[in-house]
């Protein structure tokens, strides 16, 4: 079965500074790649989207890569805010277009002032 | 608003008793899906549908049931036979099938607890 890894540790950076979330999966790649926003006792908030045939995907500070070799995904957000502290998932449709999407646990990211 | 609607936000059960969540959404969607959320995983998928009348098992469907007779409805019920149900669960709705934009939409969830 497709297994998802998301560093469970939470991750803890500065303002201003560039957070860096990474995804791995395991078996053969997906169709499509998304990353999703959660607050606490919220239901997740899709971000981004990145197909297999994309490399890389950006909106606003936020940037996704899509490594189908490495079989990992990479999500940054630059110049992080207080506001960007969440748990980030990424998911993984592996069907082609059916929208069964398999989630990861998910990185919780601390912003400091 | 379009969007999608769980209700209620807060349950508790006592051991030993069914109990239905509601999900309704107003975004025209083809799909919906039942995830449940428990501290330190991932969303873990009970049931989906990609069309009214029909809907599939997830990873996790024992002790679960769902229908769907409406394209705007996809409840959920906890059957007894769901041996540890306390948990977070969400609802989430996506165009389908070969639609172009497969984002999917969740609701704000329902936490229920076995008292």
């Known amino acids: 079965s497709q297994k998802i890894e998301q560093n469970s540790e939470a991750l803890n950076i500065q303002e201003g500074k560039t957070a860096t979330l990474t995804c791995n999966y395991t078996?053969?790649?997906?169709?499509?790649l998304q990353w999703y926003r959660q607050d606490p006792g919220r239901g997740p908030v899709f971000l981004l989207l990145?197909?297999?045939?994309?490399k890389e995907k950006r909106k606003e500070r936020l940037k996704v890569t899509f490594d189908t070799t490495l079989k990992q995904s990479l999500f940054h957000i630059t110049a992080s805010q207080p506001a960007d502290s969440a748990t980030y998932l990424c998911?993984?449709?592996?069907?082609?277009?059916?929208?069964?999407?398999?989630f990861g646990t998910g990185t919780q990211l601390k912003v400091e002032l | 608003d379009g969007g999608i609607t769980q209700s209620p936000k807060y349950l508790f059960r006592k051991e030993g008793q069914n109990v239905t969540l509601s999900c309704e959404q107003n975004?025209?969607?083809?799909?919906m899906y039942w995830y449940r959320q428990d501290p330190g995983q991932g969303l873990r998928l009970i049931y989906y549908?990609?069309?009214?009348?029909?809907?599939q098992k997830g990873d996790i469907a024992e002790g679960y049931s769902v229908s769907r007779e409406k394209k705007e409805s996809f409840p959920l019920t906890v059957t007894s036979a769901q041996k540890n149900p306390t948990a977070f669960y969400l609802c989430?709705?996506?165009?389908?099938?070969?639609?172009?934009?497969?984002?999917?939409?969740f609701g704000q969830g329902t936490r229920l607890t076995v008292v």
């Open positions: 975004l025209n969607h083809d799909a």
């Open positions: 078996n053969y790649s997906p169709a499509y």
């Open positions: 998911a993984l449709d592996f069907t082609g277009g059916g929208n069964k999407l398999t």
């Open positions: 549908s990609q069309i009214v009348n029909d809907f």
């Open positions: 990145i197909r297999e045939n994309e």
């Open positions: 989430a709705s996506s165009p389908g099938t070969g639609k172009s934009n497969t984002e999917a939409f």
